[in-house]
Each structure stands twice: as C-alpha cells, then as structure tokens.
C-alpha cells in the first residue's frame, strides 16, 4: 500500500523532467537556421559545437531558455567579414577586391584599398576560429522553439 500512495508523487516528479530543456542539437539547428547563409558552407566546416552553460527564465509569463555555446569552426578558404561574428555574409577575396576597386573613394594618400580592407575581419584558409555566444529559445505548447 505504501507503494501504492508514492507512486502518484514519484510520476509528477518525473513529468516534470520529461519536459526537458533544448539540447545542444537543438542549438545548433537552430544557429544553423538562423545564423548561417545560403554559401557558409563553401567557407566554414564546424569542427566542434558544445553547451557551456544555459538559463532558464520566464519574462511576463513567458519561459525563456538561453543557451551559451562554443562553436569551433575552421576556414575552407580566405575569408572576409564586416563583423567578426557574422557566419552568413562571407566574402572571397576576389569579391572584397572587386567591391572595393569598385567604390573609389580615396584616402589623403590617393589610395582607396586600406579604407575599406581594414573594416573588415580577414581568416586565412585553414585557420580556426572559437565563437563563444548564445542561442534563445522559448516556451512554446509544442516545446522549445
């Protein structure tokens, strides 16, 4: 009998753990469609994605889980961004040249090349780079999206 009385206990506790909280899987899923262009793939190769911590909320009502990563990824090719963590609009360096001698726009010395080059983030082909950010998901009827 005194099974019998815990075991109502025992299946509310673990109901409450099936729910569960976005796993890295998710997260990277969700950084693949959100963050990725059409042409990342020709540029980058993840070599490691892992959760390093993660925070469970809710704001007026609303639960919020946010999910810190560190995704490693390695350079098919030279590379070049306007933002360092930009992983959707990667240009050759064929682009950046054609772009920039494109838009004169002259320095004091006469040469446009340094302005524009030096706005943006350069990787090397082969080079490795550590992301170290976040992903948000929400509470939904259906799970976390």
Not at 20 to 47: H, V, W
């Amino acid at each position: 009998m005194k099974w019998f009385l815990s075991l109502p206990i025992f299946f509310l506790l673990s109901c409450s753990s099936l729910e569960g909280l976005p796993t890295e899987e998710m997260a990277l899923n969700k950084l693949k469609q959100s963050e990725f262009g059409d042409r990342t793939n020709d540029f980058i190769e993840i070599i490691e994605f892992k959760k390093t911590n993660g925070v469970k909320q809710s704001i007026f009502g609303q639960d919020i889980y946010k999910l810190e990563f560190s995704l490693k990824i390695k350079f098919k090719q030279n590379a070049h961004s306007v933002f360092s963590n930009d992983l959707k609009n990667f240009e050759t360096d064929k682009e950046l040249d054609k772009w920039i001698y494109s838009h004169p726009m002259r320095s004091s010395s006469g040469n446009n090349y340094p302005i524009y080059y030096a706005k943006y983030k350069h990787f090397k082909k082969g080079q490795i780079v550590e992301i170290n950010d976040n992903v948000e998901f929400q509470k939904a009827e259906n799970g976390w999206r």
